[in-house]
């Protein structure tokens, strides 16, 4: 069974600092990983898709990467800025099925 | 943007009745899924629906639980008999291809609780 996990539960930065969140997955065997962004009481919104056959994506300050053999992503937000404060989600579908099953996410505060 | 919608974003029920949540998934998109969020827990996979027929589905997603494409645009979860520990964010989901290969967009969820 499939497990994610995200590292650090919380981060704090000051503005216009660049960082890295993490994520860990135990199964290798996955379709694609996507990274989610959540507003408090608000819904999902997809930043970034990687597809199993790719290293890394690219979408403005984000860059995702994906390393399979060692089960592992990395969401680096470059030039942070206060509207970046949110908890960030990853979620992996594995092979053979249609679920995403997600990290526990971690919440960014961007100090102004 | 096209995006899912999901209504109602807040329905408060008492425990033992019946509810149904509402989604439109984008219009050209295939696959569609419900999962829920247990306050300050994980978002869970609960259910995936495609040509009209559940393709997966969760442990949670038991007997209680039904989802249904009444028409060429919505699709429903419905919870028969719900229990406190049904309260939760619904989130609907759809995506466009095939094999679970693409992109999943989420709606804004339906808080429910049940008291």
């Known amino acids: 069974k499939q497990e994610v996990t995200q590292i650090p539960a919380a981060l704090s930065v000051p503005e216009g600092e660049n960082l890295v969140l993490n994520c860990s997955f135990t199964d290798s065997a996955i379709y694609n990983l996507q990274w989610f962004r959540q507003d408090p009481g608000k819904g999902l919104t997809s930043l970034l898709l990687?597809?199993?056959?790719?290293r890394e994506q690219t979408s403005g300050r984000l860059n995702a990467s994906l390393d399979k053999s060692s089960g592992r992503s990395t969401l680096y937000i470059a030039a942070s800025q206060p509207g970046d404060s949110a908890t960030y989600l990853c979620?992996?579908?594995?092979?053979?099925?249609?679920?995403?099953?997600f990290g526990k996410g971690t919440k960014l505060s961007v100090i102004p | 943007e096209p995006e899912v919608t999901q209504t109602p974003s807040h329905q408060v029920t008492q425990m033992g009745q019946e509810v149904i949540l509402r989604c439109v998934p984008i219009?050209?998109?295939?696959?569609f899924y419900w999962y829920r969020q247990i306050l300050g827990q994980k978002v869970e996979f609960l259910v995936s629906f495609y040509n009209n027929e559940i393709s997966e589905k969760s442990e949670i997603f038991d007997d209680q639980f039904s989802v249904e494409r009444p028409d060429g645009s919505n699709f429903t979860l419905k919870i028969r008999s719900t229990k406190l520990e049904d309260s939760a964010m619904y989130f609907c989901?759809?995506?466009?291809?095939?094999?679970?290969?693409?992109?999943?967009?989420f709606g804004q969820g339906t808080r429910l609780t049940v008291v």
């Open positions: 219009s050209n998109h295939l696959y």
């Open positions: 979620a992996a579908v594995n092979t053979g099925s249609y679920q995403l099953t």
């Open positions: 990687i597809q199993s056959s790719q």
């Open positions: 989901a759809s995506s466009t291809g095939t094999d679970g290969g693409t992109e999943a967009f």
